[in-house]
């Protein structure tokens, strides 16, 4: 059984969670509002100032004070999408902020079994799957049943075992 979260509720998550959430990413891209403008701008050849990150980074550095963790894997396409390139050239600051992020080639992901779907698994304790409408999230089913949390909890140890991890400091083009 699982309680339907609206974008909101999903968001407030990274809240109040009390030791780690982990995120597996594997959308090519997303249509995320706050980061339509400043992705045109990247195309366009502009410096992106990462002004439209700032919150989240906030969080981030907020979290990681108080000795939670974020962690996030993303599947890696051998060809990268625009949108994946453009969130390469950002990830620095995740990092520096005290997210965790790491890479997994597609490749790696079929062997290893992993859903197609993006997660988030909060405390060891509840799965969020995420839920996207043509690349825009429209929410979340938040599932707390012992078999689904072990079973994303072994998914991401593995994926987290075999991803490489992302150096913030060597920005990608």
Known sequence: MSEHLSVAEFDAI???????????ETQPF????DEREPFERWR?????DLSWLRGWLNL????????RS?????RSDETPSEYQRWLATAVHANVDAGEEV???????VSQLGLPSYDFLLVDDRSVAKMQFVEGRFV????????????RHRAWLAAAWDQARPVDGHQRSP
Do not use: C, K, M
């Open 102 to 108: 790491r890479a997994l080639p597609t490749e790696q």
């Open 70 to 74: 974020i962690r996030r894997i993303r």
């Open 44 to 48: 366009a050849g502009e410096q992106d």
């Open 14 to 24: 990274y809240d109040t969670f009390r030791t780690s959430v982990w995120r597996w």
């Open 139 to 150: 929410g979340a089913n938040l599932h707390e049943e012992s078999d689904t949390v072990d």
């Open 60 to 67: 981030v550095s907020s979290a990681t004070a108080t000795g």
């Open 30 to 33: 997303y249509d995320e509002p």
